[in-house]
C-alpha cells in the first residue's frame, strides 16, 4: 500500500481545490444574509477563484519545472490554507473576494503539478492506474462540492473553508514524506507577459459579463470592459506568436482536433456546473430547504459523476476521443434540458432525472479530456496540452456563471415588469442575491402571498432559461466536438490509448 501514497496525497490537493470551484454555491444564501451581499458579489465569490485558476495553471507550471514540482505543491498547499483561514475569517464581502483571488492562486500552484507528480511516481500499469484515480477524483470533486457544502453549511457557511486547513497539513506532511523532488532540466522562465495579459484579458471579459447580469447591457462599463478585454486578448496572442517559450504556444491551435478538445472543455464546465449556483438559490431562498438538504439534492449528479469516471473511464479512453466526449457533452446538454421543465410549482424532484443524465455525461467526458489533448500534440507540448485543458475548463466555469447570471436576471426581471412590480430590476437584483427571504418580509400582507407565488414563477422562469443555454451549450459543443476532432491521435490509432496510459512524458506540468 505504501507505493500508493503519493498518489494519496496529491490527489487530496487536487481533491480540496476542485471541490471548492463549487462548495461555496450551496452556502451563498447563508453568506449573502451574513455579509450583506450584492449579487454581482455573490457572481464573484464563484468567479474569482475560478478565474484565478484559469489564469495561473500555465504560469504555474513554468514554475513548477524551474524550481522544482513538489517544492511549487507544497507552496501552493501553504496559500491555499492560509487563503481559506482568511475567507473563513473575512468580515465582509470585499476581504472575502480578496481571500477568494488568493486562493485561486494557490489552487493554481497545485493544480499545474499534478500530472508530473504522478507521471514521476508511477510507471507501467501503476502509473495507468494513477492516472484512472486522478481522472475519477477530478471528475467527482466539482460535482460533490454542494453536497460537501450544503453539509458544512449547516453549521455555519465559514466552515466551507476552514475545513480546508487540516486537510492541506495532511496533505503538506504526506507530500513532504513520500512524494519524490523532480523538476526539469533547463527548463524556461515563466511567461510573465503572456500570464499578466491573459489575466487582464480574461478578466475584463468576465467582469463585463458579470456587470451585465447586475446592471444590463446598456451601460458603458459593461461594453468598455468587454472590449478592452478583446482588445487585450488580441494583443496576448501577438505576444505568444512572437515568443521563444509562449505561455501557451497558439499554433497548437491550427491543429483542429487539439481546438475541439479546448472547446468541448471549456463548454463542458460552463454547460455542467455553472447553473448549480442558481439551482442552489432556487432550492433554498425559494423552496425552503436548508443548505444540507439543498446540498443532497445533488447525489445523482455527483454519484454517477464518479461511478463512470471510476468504473468505465479505463474502457472510455480506448475509444476514440470524439464520440466518447461529445456523447458525454450531448448527454450534458440533454441533462441541462430535462430539468427546463422547472415551473413555478416545482419541487427540488423535477431535477432528479437532469442531474442523473448530467452526471453520466460528465463521468464520461472528463477522464477523456486530458488525454486526447495529449495525443494531439507533439510530445514536447504535453505539458502545455494538459495546463490548456485546465485552462478551458475553468475559464469555462467563469464565463459560464457571468453569462447564465445575465440570462438569469434578465429573465426574472422581464417576468416582475410584465406583473407590474416597482423597480422590477432592483427586486430581480435582490432575488438573485437569495433575498427572497427579504423581499417578502418588506411587503404589506396583504400582498405577501401574491407575490410569493410572483417570486416562485419569476425564479422558476429564470432558471428555466438557465437550463435551456446551458442545453445548448452542451449540445453545440458534442456537435463541435465530432466536427473538429477526428476519430484518431495523430501518428495512428493505438497512439492515443497509449499516451492516456502513460499520462505525459517528465516534463509534464
Same mark, same amino acid.
Request: proline share 5%.
Given at each position: 500500500?505504501?507505493?500508493?501514497?503519493?498518489?494519496?496525497?496529491?490527489?487530496?490537493?487536487?481533491?480540496?481545490?476542485?471541490?471548492?470551484?463549487?462548495?461555496?454555491?450551496?452556502?451563498?444564501?447563508?453568506? %449573502?444574509?451574513?455579509?450583506?451581499?450584492?449579487?454581482?458579489?455573490?457572481?464573484?465569490?464563484?468567479?474569482?477563484?475560478?478565474?484565478? &485558476?484559469?489564469?495561473?495553471?500555465?504560469?504555474?507550471?513554468?514554475?513548477?519545472?524551474?524550481?522544482?514540482? !513538489?517544492?511549487?505543491?507544497?507552496?501552493?498547499? =501553504?496559500?491555499?490554507?492560509?487563503?481559506?483561514? %482568511?475567507? /473563513?475569517?473575512?468580515?465582509?464581502?470585499?476581504?472575502?473576494?480578496?481571500?477568494?483571488?488568493?486562493?485561486?492562486? #494557490? /489552487?493554481?500552484?497545485?493544480?499545474?503539478?499534478?500530472?508530473?507528480?504522478?507521471?514521476?511516481?508511477?510507471?507501467?500499469?501503476?502509473?495507468?492506474?494513477?492516472? $484512472?484515480?486522478? +481522472?475519477?477524483?477530478? $471528475?467527482?470533486?466539482?460535482?460533490?462540492?454542494?453536497?460537501?457544502?450544503?453539509?458544512?453549511?449547516?453549521?455555519?457557511?465559514?466552515?466551507?473553508?476552514?475545513?480546508?486547513?487540516?486537510?492541506? =497539513?495532511?496533505?503538506?506532511?504526506?507530500?513532504?514524506?513520500?512524494?519524490?523532488?523532480?523538476?526539469?532540466?533547463?527548463?524556461?522562465?515563466?511567461?510573465?507577459? +503572456?500570464?499578466?495579459?491573459?489575466?487582464?484579458?480574461?478578466?475584463?471579459?468576465?467582469? +463585463? &459579463?458579470?456587470?451585465?447580469?447586475?446592471?444590463?447591457?446598456?451601460?458603458?462599463?459593461?461594453?468598455?470592459?468587454?472590449?478592452?478585454?478583446?482588445?487585450?486578448?488580441?494583443?496576448?496572442?501577438?505576444?505568444?506568436?512572437?515568443?521563444?517559450?509562449?505561455?501557451?504556444?497558439?499554433?497548437?491551435?491550427?491543429?483542429?482536433?487539439?481546438?475541439?478538445?479546448?472547446?468541448?472543455?471549456?463548454?463542458?464546465?460552463?454547460?455542467?456546473?455553472?447553473?448549480?449556483?442558481?439551482?442552489?438559490?432556487?432550492?433554498?431562498?425559494?423552496? /425552503? &430547504?436548508?443548505?444540507?438538504?439543498?446540498?443532497?439534492?445533488?447525489?445523482?449528479?455527483?454519484?454517477?459523476?464518479?461511478?463512470?469516471?471510476?468504473?468505465? +473511464?479505463?474502457?472510455?479512453?480506448?475509444?476514440?476521443?470524439?464520440?466518447?466526449?461529445? /456523447?458525454?457533452?450531448?448527454?450534458? $446538454?440533454? @441533462?441541462?434540458?430535462?430539468?427546463?421543465?422547472?415551473?413555478?410549482?416545482?419541487g427540488w424532484v423535477v431535477l432528479v432525472p437532469g442531474l442523473t443524465v448530467l452526471?453520466?455525461?460528465? @463521468?464520461?467526458?472528463?477522464?477523456?479530456?486530458?488525454?486526447?489533448?495529449?495525443?494531439?500534440?507533439?510530445?514536447?507540448?504535453? #505539458?502545455?496540452?494538459?495546463?490548456? =485543458?485546465?485552462?478551458?475548463?475553468?475559464?469555462?466555469?467563469?464565463?459560464?456563471?457571468?453569462?447564465?447570471?445575465?440570462?438569469?436576471?434578465?429573465?426574472?426581471?422581464?417576468?416582475?415588469?410584465?406583473? @407590474?412590480?416597482?423597480?422590477?430590476?432592483?427586486?430581480?437584483?435582490?432575488?438573485?442575491?437569495?433575498?427572497?427571504?427579504?423581499?417578502?418580509?418588506?411587503?404589506?400582507?396583504?400582498?405577501?402571498?401574491?407575490?410569493?407565488?410572483?417570486?416562485?414563477?419569476?425564479?422558476?422562469?429564470?432558471?428555466?432559461?438557465?437550463?435551456?443555454?446551458?442545453?445548448? @451549450?452542451?449540445?453545440?459543443?458534442?456537435?463541435?466536438?465530432?466536427?473538429?476532432?477526428?476519430?484518431?491521435?495523430?501518428?495512428?490509432? !493505438?497512439?492515443?490509448?497509449?499516451?492516456?496510459?502513460?499520462?505525459?512524458?517528465?516534463?509534464?506540468?
Amino acid at each position: 500500500m505504501r507505493k500508493w501514497l503519493p498518489l494519496v496525497a496529491i490527489c487530496t490537493g487536487t481533491f480540496i481545490l476542485l471541490v471548492d470551484v463549487t462548495i461555496v454555491n450551496v452556502a451563498l444564501p447563508d453568506m %449573502a444574509a451574513d455579509l450583506a451581499t450584492t449579487y454581482g458579489q455573490l457572481q464573484w465569490v464563484v468567479d474569482v477563484y475560478a478565474l484565478a &485558476l484559469a489564469s495561473l495553471v500555465l504560469g504555474a507550471g513554468s514554475l513548477a519545472d524551474l524550481y522544482g514540482r !513538489r517544492r511549487v505543491y507544497v507552496a501552493g498547499l =501553504v496559500v491555499f490554507a492560509v487563503a481559506s483561514l %482568511a475567507c /473563513g475569517l473575512a468580515p465582509n464581502a470585499e476581504l472575502l473576494l480578496v481571500a477568494r483571488a488568493v486562493q485561486g492562486i #494557490g /489552487g493554481a500552484a497545485m493544480f499545474a503539478t499534478t500530472i508530473a507528480q504522478i507521471n514521476t511516481s508511477y510507471e507501467g500499469r501503476d502509473r495507468g492506474t494513477a492516472f $484512472g484515480v486522478w +481522472g475519477a477524483v477530478v $471528475g467527482a470533486a466539482a460535482a460533490l462540492g454542494p453536497i460537501v457544502g450544503g453539509a458544512l453549511s449547516e453549521l455555519s457557511w465559514r466552515w466551507i473553508f476552514f475545513v480546508n486547513l487540516p486537510v492541506c =497539513v495532511v496533505a503538506v506532511a504526506l507530500t513532504l514524506a513520500v512524494v519524490q523532488e523532480a523538476r526539469q532540466p533547463g527548463a524556461p522562465h515563466p511567461d510573465v507577459p +503572456g500570464i499578466a495579459l491573459f489575466t487582464l484579458g480574461a478578466g475584463l471579459v468576465v467582469f +463585463g &459579463l458579470v456587470r451585465a447580469a447586475a446592471d444590463g447591457w446598456t451601460g458603458a462599463p459593461v461594453w468598455g470592459a468587454l472590449a478592452g478585454g478583446a482588445v487585450v486578448l488580441a494583443g496576448w496572442v501577438a505576444v505568444e506568436r512572437r515568443r521563444r517559450e509562449p505561455m501557451l504556444d497558439v499554433a497548437l491551435f491550427a491543429n483542429r482536433s487539439f481546438t475541439g478538445i479546448m472547446l468541448g472543455a471549456l463548454l463542458l464546465n460552463g454547460a455542467a456546473f455553472s447553473s448549480s449556483l442558481f439551482i442552489s438559490l432556487w432550492l433554498q431562498s425559494v423552496l /425552503g &430547504l436548508s443548505p444540507l438538504q439543498g446540498g443532497l439534492v445533488f447525489i445523482p449528479l455527483s454519484l454517477l459523476s464518479f461511478a463512470v469516471a471510476a468504473g468505465a +473511464g479505463r474502457y472510455l479512453q480506448t475509444l476514440p476521443p470524439r464520440f466518447v466526449l461529445a /456523447g458525454g457533452l450531448g448527454l450534458v $446538454g440533454v @441533462g441541462s434540458l430535462l430539468m427546463a421543465f422547472v415551473d413555478g410549482s416545482s419541487g427540488w424532484v423535477v431535477l432528479v432525472p437532469g442531474l442523473t443524465v448530467l452526471g453520466i455525461g460528465v @463521468g464520461a467526458a472528463n477522464p477523456t479530456l486530458a488525454a486526447s489533448a495529449l495525443a494531439t500534440v507533439p510530445r514536447e507540448r504535453s #505539458g502545455m496540452a494538459s495546463g490548456a =485543458v485546465n485552462t478551458a475548463r475553468q475559464l469555462g466555469f467563469a464565463l459560464g456563471v457571468a453569462v447564465l447570471g445575465s440570462v438569469f436576471t434578465a429573465r426574472v426581471a422581464s417576468v416582475l415588469a410584465d406583473a @407590474g412590480t416597482p423597480d422590477p430590476a432592483g427586486t430581480a437584483s435582490a432575488l438573485s442575491a437569495g433575498q427572497a427571504g427579504q423581499v417578502l418580509g418588506s411587503a404589506e400582507p396583504s400582498t405577501r402571498e401574491a407575490l410569493a407565488n410572483l417570486v416562485a414563477v419569476s425564479y422558476a422562469d429564470g432558471l428555466r432559461d438557465v437550463f435551456l443555454v446551458s442545453g445548448v @451549450g452542451g449540445v453545440l459543443g458534442g456537435l463541435l466536438v465530432l466536427w473538429l476532432v477526428r476519430a484518431e491521435a495523430p501518428g495512428g490509432g !493505438r497512439r492515443a490509448p497509449d499516451r492516456a496510459a502513460t499520462g505525459a512524458p517528465a516534463a509534464t506540468r
